[in-house]
């Protein structure tokens, strides 16, 4: 069964410095989207991604952040420069339409030290 | 946005119990979504039901859409249902954004 990947399931980085975080969506669908999960508290919307363009995003959704689709397979998240507050799990999620069900990856754990 | 209300936050069972969690919602959703959140933080998906009902197994759930409810039933719990469920909706016109409740954490013991 087709399933979102993400990679890498555990990052470790400095403050100050950029990571990208990288998910291969379920090849068939055209909607992504990234999520992410402070520890303890619930999964929060970062940014939904269509036709190579933002649909929709929060207010956490910084110029710190910004979203990319590179080549026809993988879909990114840059954090430019990562504050102590950054520190959750990321999610990255896909859907084949909108208000489609969206099917999550297995996360990445972003630790900023 | 919606808001998204869970009930209740913490829930314990013996084996071979049964539970309903509700999920409530502020307002009308086009997408409405059940995981359950393994210990290792995995989602799973668990239902995609904007409104009826759909059953899986021991598991089932209703979503009742112009009453703006949602409940997730578990028969028979065993211990590998532990863990946290989250139900998420999404208003229109909201581009994707699926809005999460605070979660059900559930433990079942032996």
């Known amino acids: 069964e087709p399933e979102v990947t993400q990679t890498p399931s555990h990052q470790v980085t400095q403050m100050g410095q950029e990571v990208i975080l990288r998910c291969v969506p379920i090849s068939n669908h055209l909607y992504f989207y990234w999520y992410r999960q402070i520890l303890g508290q619930k999964v929060e919307f970062l940014v939904s991604?269509?036709?190579?363009?933002?649909?929709?995003k929060s207010e956490i959704f910084d110029d710190q952040f910004s979203v990319e689709r590179p080549d026809g397979s993988n879909f990114t998240l840059k954090i430019r420069s990562t504050k102590l507050e950054d520190s959750a799990m990321y999610f990255c999620?896909?859907?084949?339409?909108?208000?489609?069900?969206?099917?999550f990856g297995p996360g990445t754990r972003l630790t900023v030290l | 946005g919606i808001q998204v209300e869970q009930s209740p936050p913490d829930l314990i069972l013996q084996e071979g119990a049964n539970s309903t969690l509700r999920c409530n919602f502020s307002?009308?959703?086009?997408?409405l979504q059940w995981f359950h959140q393994n210990p290792w933080g995995q989602l799973i998906n668990l239902f995609y039901i904007p409104s009826g009902t759909k059953q899986n197994g021991r598991l089932s759930a209703t979503t009742v859409a112009t009453e703006r409810y949602s409940l997730l039933y578990i028969s028979s719990s065993q211990t590998t249902d532990s863990g946290v469920y989250f139900c998420a909706g999404e208003g229109f016109n909201q581009g994707g954004k699926l809005i999460f409740g605070q979660g059900t954490e559930l433990s079942v013991k032996p």
């Open positions: 307002d009308s959703v086009n997408n």
């Open positions: 999620a896909s859907s084949p339409g909108l208000n489609n069900e969206q099917f």
């Open positions: 991604f269509y036709n190579n363009e933002i649909s929709e």
